[in-house]
Nanobody, 127 residues
Framework: QVQLVESGGGLVQAGGSLRLSCAAS????????MGWFRQAPGKEREFVAA????????YYADSVKGRFTVSRDNAKNTVYLQINSLKADDTAVYYC????????????????????WGQGTQVTVSS
């Protein structure tokens, strides 16, 4: 059974940092793209970042470039999202997802090509 379990969310003051983790289990993810998405109250889910499990290729949404860093630890089957200089607009539930295939294609398709999703972790930024 495939599981993606996010952790690391919480309440943080504006300007602070958080590192979110996504622990993956239940299958081999070497041919998968791991994505991070977020959904704020009353808004649609939006793409944040993605990383190829095989070659480490990375993509970011323009809105988070320079503040968000995605990385992976193959030995731990875990993907991370480092968020710096947090803003109130970053308040959202953050989800990780896994989609099989070429990363550029997966990213181009938005959320459609991700097969597996985690339950999400809440990030709340106080101003």
């Amino acid at each position: 059974q495939v599981q993606l379990v996010e952790s690391g969310g919480g309440l943080v003051q504006a300007g602070g940092s958080l590192r979110l983790s996504c622990a993956a289990s239940g299958r081999t993810f070497s041919s998968y793209t791991m994505g991070w998405f977020r959904q704020a109250p009353g808004k649609e889910r939006e793409f944040v970042a993605a990383i190829s499990w095989s070659d480490g290729r990375i993509y970011y949404a323009d809105s988070v470039k320079g503040r968000f860093t995605v990385s992976r630890d193959n030995a731990k089957n875990t993907v991370y999202l480092q968020i710096n200089s947090l803003k109130a607009d970053d308040t959202a539930v953050y989800y990780c997802a896994a989609g099989r295939g070429y990363t550029a294609y997966i990213v181009s398709q938005g959320a459609r090509k991700y097969e597996y999703w985690g339950q999400g972790t809440q990030v709340t930024v106080s101003s």
